[in-house]
Antibody, heavy 123, light 107 residues
Framework: EVQLVESGGGLVKPGGSLRLSCAASGFTFSNAWMSWVRQAPGKGLEWVGRIESKTDGGTADYAAPVKGRFTISRDDSKNTLYLQMNSLKTEDTAVYYC??????????????WGQGTMVTVSS | SYELTQPPSVSVSPGQTASITCSGDKLRDKYVCWYQQKPGQSPVLVMYQDDKRPSGIPERFSGSNSGDTATLTISGTQAMDEADYYCQAWDSSTGVVFGGGTKLTVL
């Protein structure tokens, strides 16, 4: 079964750090371009960033609101995607989804989504 | 930064056709995809590359993209189609962009 399972969410104080994980199964993770998308409570979807497959260069790109604070990485030996979040702000409070791009291109659509993990930034 | 604009809400009667629009500058030059999200659930891809349906998506869902507007059309709308719908595209300066979402009510 094709599946993405996120973990690592929780409550963190402003300025703190958190690392999210996303375990993939049922497809060739090493070939996939993976993204993180978040959704603040009652709000719409917001792209966080993406990482290419290593064979395509392994470059990570980020949305402006998180650039310099968040880092996306991957461990293909563990079929796992990571999101390291530093200098967290209250506006980072959201459900964080990991998702796969269908065609491994920049203008891609996301066909597999995890169930999401909640991150709450509050004092 | 690039923006996609959707109407906050659309209402449709069961069995009728619902049209949800997504507007952006020169959107016709970009691929647009659409997601359906029901309360408490993760988004589901219902259309990609403007007008292609993923496996398992009913034929009543169709898409188009012309000028500055992309449209997701649901023919013969059913109660199960009630959900939030988001369009998405990619811009070379901004990256992946989502529209603000449209709440489809079937009443």
């Amino acid at each position: 079964e094709v599946q993405l399972v996120e973990s690592g969410g929780g409550l963190v104080k402003p300025g703190g750090s958190l690392r999210l994980s996303c375990a993939a199964s049922g497809f060739t993770f090493s070939n996939a371009w993976m993204s993180w998308v978040r959704q603040a409570p009652g709000k719409g979807l917001e792209w966080v960033g993406r990482i290419e497959s290593k064979t395509d260069g392994g470059t990570a790109d980020y949305a402006a609101p998180v650039k310099g604070r968040f880092t996306i990485s991957r461990d293909d030996s563990k079929n796992t995607l990571y999101l390291q979040m530093n200098s967290l702000k209250t506006e980072d409070t959201a459900v964080y989804y990991c998702t796969r791009g269908i065609f491994a291109v920049v203008n891609d659509a996301f066909d597999i989504w995890g169930q999401g993990t909640m991150v709450t930034v509050s004092s | 930064s690039y923006e996609l604009t959707q109407p906050p809400s659309v209402s449709v009667s069961p069995g009728q056709t619902a049209s949800i629009t997504c507007s952006g500058d020169k959107l016709r030059d970009k691929y647009v995809c659409w997601y359906q999200q029901k309360p408490g659930q993760s988004p589901v891809l219902v259309m990609y590359q403007d007008d292609k349906r993923p496996s398992g998506i009913p034929e009543r869902f169709s898409g188009s993209n012309s000028g500055d507007t992309a449209t997701l059309t649901i023919s013969g709308t059913q109660a199960m189609d009630e959900a939030d719908y988001y369009c998405q595209a990619w811009d070379s300066s901004t990256g992946v962009v989502f529209g603000g979402g449209t709440k489809l009510t079937v009443l």
